[in-house]
């Protein structure tokens, strides 16, 4: 089924409402499909050995950025097109997971190599035609660079690219250091990518949010370590062990709670530390539930753990896992600083997300 037909009957059978700004994504998205599995044939022309080059014609913009605030239904829309085009050498990847894929093959080729970033979009090319990339932020100068060579070498390439942010091109690693270095990235970005605004209206992850019947109350936030005992305990499958340690990528994390399905975890554990994204995607693999307690309200002194706070959330979303917390601070107010405002109100929209029957139950 086309992108175009899906989306309709997606309104038709009342999944979805209708949404002008969806609407035109949908339409750019259906016409690079088109593209993809109909490539226009490449310009014909003709040669004389004294007649002057042609101006390069104006390349068909292949690619797409899809942004806007959060909850848009943006996530939703690049999957179904990911879904629906017929092709198989494609590839999607969460920002995350794209990034430390990225980081492994570069390990892998070693030193010594001239254009390393352009040897891995090579091979990147080789076995794919489209890209999907989700949630696609700069947070570090470090990844900056990286992700400037290899866009330019995907280009090159002809990589078809869809990606979806909350931020404009033009506010990608915004008052980041040394950011002068990633503005060709963005020119590049905008010169070769659609940018299409899901313009900010519904948070339809808010429309979601309804409660529970009495009877059926899973609040997935608490405040005390009772409640957090109790809903451990209903959840629990397996041997229960208690403060025991697990290692993950040769780093040890000590364990307040686990079983087969689920582990329980302090705050200071997994964020206050040296803790990397790849140790939340392994967290994200063993465990359909992870408790957290004991998170406090975050600010500019935190703002390493806070980084790695988003970094947590945005993995579990991803993969639907239950995710319980403890805090005595209310949600809106988890996070005080100013560096990552606009990045909290994805995740706190997230939290909230997550507390819903449709989520629980995926």
């Known amino acids: 089924m086309s992108l175009s037909k899906l989306y309709e009957r997606e309104i038709e059978i009342g999944n979805i409402q209708r949404d002008a700004a ?9 016409s690079i499909s088109d593209q993809l599995v109909n490539p226009p044939p490449p310009p014909k022309r003709s040669f004389s050995f004294f007649a002057k080059a042609e101006p390069r014609k104006q390349v068909t913009v292949k690619g797409a950025y ?4 959060v909850g848009r239904g943006k996530t939703w829309i690049m999957d179904q097109f990911f879904k629906s085009v017929p092709i198989v050498e494609k590839a999607r990847y969460h920002y995350h997971h794209f990034m430390l894929m990225v980081h492994e093959e570069l390990r892998k080729l070693g030193q ?3 254009n390393p970033l352009l040897e891995v979009a090579n091979k990147l090319a080789n076995g794919i035609e489209l890209l999907c990339i989700d949630e696609f932020h700069v947070l570090d100068i470090g990844d900056a660079m990286i992700l400037a060579g290899l866009l330019e070498g995907l280009v090159q390439n002809d990589v078809t690219i869809i990606t979806t942010s909350n931020r404009p091109p033009d506010d990608l690693y915004k008052d980041g250091l040394q950011r002068a270095r990633f503005l060709p990235a963005i020119e590049m ?3 070769n990518l659609q940018v299409i605004e899901l313009d900010n209206g519904v948070d339809y ?3 979601k949010i309804v409660p529970l019947p009495d ?4 609040d997935n936030i608490l405040e005390s370590d009772p409640e957090l005992e109790a809903r451990f305990n209903e959840i629990a499958s397996g041997n229960i062990k208690n403060n025991v340690t697990i290692e993950i990528y040769q780093r040890i994390l000590p364990v307040r709670k686990m079983a087969d399905n689920i582990i329980w975890l ?3 554990t997994i964020f206050d530390g040296p803790r990397a994204t790849s140790d939340y995607i392994e967290l994200a693999n063993r465990y359909a539930t992870i408790i957290v307690s004991d998170i406090p309200s975050m600010n500019a002194e935190t703002e390493n753990q806070a980084r790695r706070f988003l970094n947590f959330v945005d993995e579990l979303y ?3 896992i239950r995710l319980i917390i403890s805090t005595k601070a209310d949600l809106k107010n988890l996070y005080q600083g100013h560096l990552l405002r606009f990045e909290f109100a994805r995740a706190i929209s997230r939290l909230n997300e997550m507390q819903t029957p449709s989520y629980l139950a995926a």
């Open 66 to 69: 899809l942004w806007g605030g």
């Open 189 to 191: 970005l905008k010169q």
């Open 318 to 320: 991803d993969k639907k």
């Open 266 to 268: 302090d705050y200071k």
């Open 22 to 30: 969806q609407e035109r994504a949908i339409q750019t998205l259906q």
């Open 215 to 218: 009877d059926q109350q899973t």
């Open 112 to 114: 010594g190599h001239k």
């Open 205 to 207: 992850r808010m429309l």
